[in-house]
């Protein structure tokens, strides 16, 4: 029913050409277009993104120079103040209550491109690695056009949260002054690409719809795989480190990898325990590349799940994105006739039932290892702060959807597979 129709076009030297595979998923289950018409209809859909992209290079342009067009009476007055008020949100980029779905509006959907051009800039980046500016917005510009707008939460405004989260921990005094430029420019890539392509399932769902990536990726961190492997087809095919020395992009290709693939939250257990060891045994030596790559791994784990450590209002509107997310597969499951998936089921699984199991199982065993790590700092008690505070409100939302008489809910606990059912959901 499911069978992917498009399985036989990406097969061949994948590893490069992979990068928009699944799309198909969306297309074949709910509009059963068929397959040359949804490939027509994709070079359509690429070649008007293409455009935008190029229209969002301008855009952008002119915010990074700080410069804004005059043209009397014209439409663009408007789009000065936004883009004057999008410059002024930059100023504070490294607060933690910014506030990432205004800068998105602001930045007219940009806000991936724009924060990562600003952070390159804050860092020195291009002129460290003598980045070609052309190229780097090419490579921004497609993972940003990559993430998926119509996806409630896996979507390019969630890379360009945990990009400023990653910012914000890049900052943090225990790691800073011991971070080289390739560490926090992997770091920030890793951020910002880290989801890229992402269906809006999770891996079960792949493996049981027989979808072309689980075979691909042999059941195994697939979704991490795949956001690994097109980040990697993406910096090839805009040439973003083509200058750099064969062994020194490959290096970096698979850094990549490692910080991606780290975010598979099946492996959060081994990431804990070692960060455990490390803590306890006060043997973390940041003048050590593997350290370092491993506090990466780590910051970047920790960014990914930070929403419940945001202010309430902001916190909020993610952990009902995320939701929203879970239910459509749900829905899509309950069409299809296939098992529902732990927490997907509306009916069953209420909002703040969900963000208290996500809170206690996931978010709350990794950050209080970095409130360990960070001594802890004034960030890292902002964000203990918030977390608990977000759950006693989750708890009381419960308890309220709790007493509604049709009300009932099973999914306190996360399911089994892959360490939680949020496991394979969220990020
Ligand atoms: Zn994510």
Redesign the pocket.
């Known amino acids: 029913m499911l069978a992917d129709g498009r399985v036989s076009t990406g097969h061949a030297g994948v590893l490069l050409a992979e990068r928009r595979g699944s799309y198909p998923l969306i297309d074949l289950c709910i509009l059963k277009t068929s397959t040359q018409q949804g490939e027509v209809e994709s070079g359509t859909r690429r070649k008007v993104k293409r455009l935008l992209s190029f229209q969002r290079y301008c855009h952008n342009s002119r915010l990074l120079r700080g410069l804004v067009p005059h043209t009397p009476g014209s439409l663009h007055l408007l789009d000065d103040d936004y883009l004057g008020q999008a410059a002024h949100m930059l100023s504070k980029v490294g607060t933690w209550n910014f506030d990432i779905f205004l800068f998105d509006r602001l930045t007219n959907g940009n806000s991936l491109v724009t924060l990562m051009c600003h952070l390159f800039n804050v860092y020195g980046l291009i002129h460290h690695f003598q980045l070609d500016m052309v190229k780097l917005h090419r490579f921004l510009g497609m993972v940003q056009d990559d993430y998926h707008s119509q996806n409630p939460y ?1 979507n390019a405004v ?1 890379a360009a949260d ?1 990009t400023q989260a990653m910012y914000c921990y890049l900052k943090e005094p225990k790691l800073a002054e011991q971070l080289s430029p390739a560490d926090v420019f992997l770091g920030l890539m890793a951020a910002a690409a ?2 890229v392509d992402h269906p809006g399932v999770n891996q079960p769902f792949l493996i049981k719809t027989r979808h072309h990536l689980a075979s691909l990726y042999q059941n195994t961190s697939v979704l991490e795989s795949h956001h690994w492997r097109s980040t990697v087809g993406m910096l090839r095919e805009s040439g973003l480190l083509s200058h750099l020395p064969p062994d020194m992009s490959q290096d970096m290709e698979q850094q990549l990898g490692s910080l991606i693939l780290a ?1 598979d939250i099946s492996r959060q257990n081994e990431f804990l325990l070692t960060f455990r060891e490390h803590l306890d045994n006060q043997d973390l030596d940041l003048q050590l590349a593997s350290h370092r790559h491993f506090m990466l791994q780590i910051a970047l784990k920790c960014a ?1 799940i930070c929403n419940p450590c945001r202010v309430w209002e902001l916190s909020r509107q993610w952990s009902e994105r995320v939701c929203e997310e879970f239910y459509r597969q749900g829905d899509m499951e309950r069409k299809f006739d296939l098992e529902i998936s732990p927490l997907c089921n509306q009916q069953a699984d209420s909002v703040p039932t969900i963000q208290i199991g996500f809170i206690s199982y996931i978010v709350e065993p990794l950050f209080e290892e970095w409130h360990r790590f960070t001594d802890p700092s004034l960030l890292s008690q902002t964000m203990m702060g918030h977390l608990h505070k977000n759950k006693a409100r989750w708890s009381l939302l419960r308890y309220a959807h709790n007493s509604e008489p049709q009300a009932h809910s099973q999914a306190e606990k996360p399911g089994p597979e892959g360490g939680g059912g949020e496991g394979e959901c969220i ?1």
């Open positions: 896996h969630h945990v880290h989801d975010t990914d990020p």
